[in-house]
T-cell receptor, first 115, second 112 residues
């Protein structure tokens, strides 16, 4: 257990569905991250929230919409996804300390399949 | 560029040592990490090394850093079947928050 939980662990959805992924961290961190892990590709950073403000959005399609209501929770809202969006979605958290930050701790991921 | 490169596959026998190699690109990286991913699971932090160090040992794990060549390695002594997993190295970019750039991962297979 890393102190970062994700739900659901597995999700199958159609292209017209709307669903949300949830991440919760119990480490007292103030930064949270969404990554996408596809087969045979490096982990891709999607979004970063630091102190509940979005600080990075790596040109992610608008069909992915993040939400960070507080420092412990992070959501990824999904709508009208494509089959190529099927992947493992990983959440991570870290503690921002001024100009440098601490280690990122990862959740177990949500395995998403888009039919 | 921000490419972190690793070999894709390594096979060893139980009890042998494993050495997983990584090359990175950003000479200003302050931290370099090794993460482990078991099937169906997220990434587990194994160890990290500060850029001003050239070696770090943690039980069966030894990390070597060659800053001149931007080369990082992870040695696992007395490799066990439970060490079979994908190992990712990652460098940090100084962007005001911790941005990690990951390699593609090395799949380690340990046979009895």
């Amino acid at each position: 257990e890393t102190g970062v939980t994700q739900t659901p662990r597995h999700l199958v959805m159609g292209m017209t569905n709307k669903k949300s992924l949830k991440c919760e961290q119990h480490l007292g961190h103030n930064a949270m991250y969404w990554y996408k892990q596809s087969a045979k590709k490096p982990l891709e950073l999607m979004f970063v929230y630091s102190l509940e403000e979005r600080v990075e959005n790596n040109s992610v399609p608008s069909r992915f919409s993040p939400e960070c209501p507080n420092s412990s929770h992070l959501f990824l809202h999904l709508h009208t996804l494509q089959p190529e969006d099927s992947a493992l979605y990983l959440c991570a958290s870290s503690q921002v300390r001024g100009p440098s930050t601490d280690t990122q701790y990862f959740g177990p991921g949500t395995r998403l399949t888009v039919l | 560029g921000e490419d972190v490169e690793q070999s894709l596959f390594l096979s060893v026998r139980e009890g042998d040592s494993s050495v997983i190699n990584c090359t990175y690109t950003d000479s200003s990286s302050t931290y370099l990490y090794w993460y482990k991913q078991e099937p169906g699971a997220g990434l587990q932090l194994l160890t990290y090394i500060f850029s001003n160090m050239d070696m770090k040992q943690d039980q069966r794990l030894t990390v070597l850093l060659n800053k001149k060549d931007k080369h990082l390695s992870l040695r696992i002594a007395d490799t066990q079947t439970g060490d079979s997993a994908i190992y990712f190295c990652a460098e940090t970019l100084n962007t005001g928050f911790q941005k990690l750039v990951f390699g593609t991962g090395t799949r380690l297979l340990v046979s009895p």
